[in-house]
């Protein structure tokens, strides 16, 4: 398990010392997960791609930054996702709503029967969502980030990030659930 990281590790050596065929190497090892990141986040193709390689760019010359501290691949990934909300915002199209939220006020979660879904029509119900909750559930469900971290990328409250998620998640349900009714009355 040890030589897939050793072999990052030599790499990123290379790279360092501005060796294009490792950059290359990286660069295919990564490509596709970094442009789907972006692409979840932007919807857009173009920009998605534009995001991933601006990305790399950002990440090859910075790379005395990493420290090690994580994985090379999740260092990567935030160089991604941070540069793709950037691009959003730039957009104008992600109005960043701060949530005013009673403290102590429970946040509801649902029990949902997952066995008629499909990853297709989940990641289809998630692109119409509004940006601000696509873009919360996607670091939270797709990504992987927890609370914590969404809070540090998206500079929201904890509670924010909890309610956002929550309220998301339900909308998310809606979309599903109207998705699914139209189906089976088909």
Same mark, same amino acid.
């Given at each position: 398990?040890?030589? %897939? ?10 790279? /360092? ?6 950059? &290359?190497? +990286? ?6 997960? &970094? ?9 857009n193709e173009f920009e998605a791609e534009d995001i991933m390689q601006e ?44 949530? #005013?939220?009673? %403290?102590? #006020? %429970?946040? #509801? ?7 008629? =879904? ?17 873009? +919360?559930?996607? =670091?939270?469900? +797709? #990504? ?5 971290? +969404? ?21 998310? /349900?809606?979309?599903l659930s109207k998705d699914t009714n139209r189906i089976n009355v088909v």
């Open positions: 398990m040890k030589t %897939p990281n050793l072999h990052i590790n030599q790499l990123i050596l290379r790279c /360092k010392k501005n060796d294009s065929a490792a950059q &290359m190497e +990286i660069y295919k090892l990564y490509y596709k997960a &970094m442009y789907n990141s972006a692409l979840r986040i932007l919807k990305s790399f760019l950002t990440a090859f010359t910075k790379l005395d930054s990493f420290k090690g501290e994580v994985a090379f691949g999740a260092w990567l990934k935030r160089v991604v996702i941070n540069k793709s909300l950037t691009q959003l915002k730039k957009n104008n199209r992600y109005q960043e709503v701060k949530l #005013e939220v009673i %403290p102590g #006020e %429970p946040v #509801e979660e649902d029990v949902v029967n997952y066995e008629n =879904l499909n990853v297709k029509s989940v990641m289809n119900a998630l692109q119409k969502l509004k940006d601000n909750y696509r873009v +919360i559930l996607t =670091l939270n469900l +797709i #990504e992987g980030y927890d609370n914590e971290e +969404i809070m540090q990328i998206l500079n929201y409250s904890n509670e924010n990030v909890r309610t956002t998620i929550s309220r998301a998640k339900k909308k998310l /349900k809606e979309i």
